[in-house]
C-alpha cells in the first residue's frame, strides 16, 4: 500500500467495517474480462455471504471462475475545498480476495440467508418456505487476504 499513514492494520477493525458496511462490490473475470457487480451481503466468521437468481451472468462467471476479489466502503464523505487541488474524501474500506462456494444442501441456504437476514437488521427468527429456497441461489466467500484503507 502506497499511503501507509492510511492503512488499517487493526484486523478488528477491517472485522468492524465489513460487519457495518452494506454494499459489496464484488470482482469476478469472464475469459479475461473484469466484471463488477454491487450486491448487499452479510458477513460472519471471516465469511461473506450473498444471494442471487438461480441464472444469470454473474453466476454463470462464478461457476466458471470462482476466484473474486471485493471492496466494501463505509462512512464515505467527499470535503470539498474552494481550491480544487486540495479536495479529498473520507471513508474507510476493506478489499479482499477469495473464493466462491456455492450452497448445496437447504440447511446451507438457510445458514446463508439467515447471516444476510442478521446482516441487514432482520434480528427475528424466519421460516424460509421451500418456494424461496427454489428460486435462489445463496453463496459464500471465503475470504483469503484482505487489506483496510481510511482517510477519517
Same mark, same amino acid.
Given at each position: 500500500?502506497r499511503?501507509? $499513514?492510511?492503512?488499517?492494520? $487493526?484486523?478488528?477493525?477491517?472485522?468492524?467495517i465489513? *460487519?457495518?458496511?452494506?454494499?459489496?462490490?464484488?470482482?469476478?473475470?469472464? +475469459? /479475461?474480462?473484469?466484471?463488477?457487480?454491487?450486491?448487499?451481503?452479510?458477513?460472519?466468521?471471516?465469511?461473506?455471504?450473498?444471494?442471487?437468481?438461480? +441464472?444469470?451472468?454473474?453466476? &454463470?462467471?462464478?461457476? *466458471?471462475?470462482?476466484?473474486?476479489?471485493?471492496? !466494501?466502503?463505509?462512512?464515505?464523505?467527499?470535503?470539498?475545498?474552494? +481550491?480544487f487541488?486540495?479536495?479529498t474524501?473520507?471513508?474507510?474500506?476493506?478489499?479482499?480476495? /477469495?473464493? !466462491?462456494?456455492?450452497m448445496?444442501? &437447504?440447511?446451507?441456504?438457510?445458514?446463508?440467508?439467515?447471516?444476510?437476514?442478521?446482516?441487514? /437488521?432482520?434480528?427475528?427468527?424466519?421460516?424460509?418456505?421451500?418456494s424461496?429456497?427454489?428460486?435462489?441461489? !445463496?453463496?459464500?466467500?471465503?475470504?483469503? *487476504?484482505?487489506?483496510?484503507?481510511?482517510? !477519517?
Open positions: 500500500m499511503r501507509k $499513514d492510511r492503512e488499517i492494520t $487493526d484486523p478488528a477493525v477491517i472485522e468492524e465489513l *460487519k457495518i458496511g452494506e454494499t459489496c462490490t464484488l470482482g469476478l473475470v469472464d +475469459d /479475461g474480462e473484469p466484471y463488477l457487480v454491487p450486491m448487499n451481503y452479510g458477513y460472519v466468521n471471516g465469511a461473506m455471504w450473498f444471494h442471487c437468481a438461480p +441464472d444469470g451472468l454473474k453466476l &454463470d462467471i462464478l461457476k *466458471k471462475n470462482p476466484r473474486i476479489c471485493f471492496s !466494501v466502503v463505509t462512512d464515505y464523505e467527499m470535503v470539498r475545498t474552494p +481550491d487541488s486540495n479536495y474524501s473520507h471513508y474507510r474500506s476493506v478489499t479482499g480476495w /477469495g473464493k !466462491v462456494e456455492i448445496q444442501t &437447504d440447511e446451507e441456504m438457510i445458514e446463508g440467508l439467515n447471516v444476510l437476514k442478521d446482516h441487514a /437488521g432482520y434480528l427475528e427468527n424466519y421460516d424460509y418456505p421451500a424461496v429456497l427454489k428460486r435462489v441461489v !445463496v453463496f459464500r466467500v471465503v475470504i483469503e *487476504k484482505m487489506t483496510g484503507k481510511q482517510n !477519517v
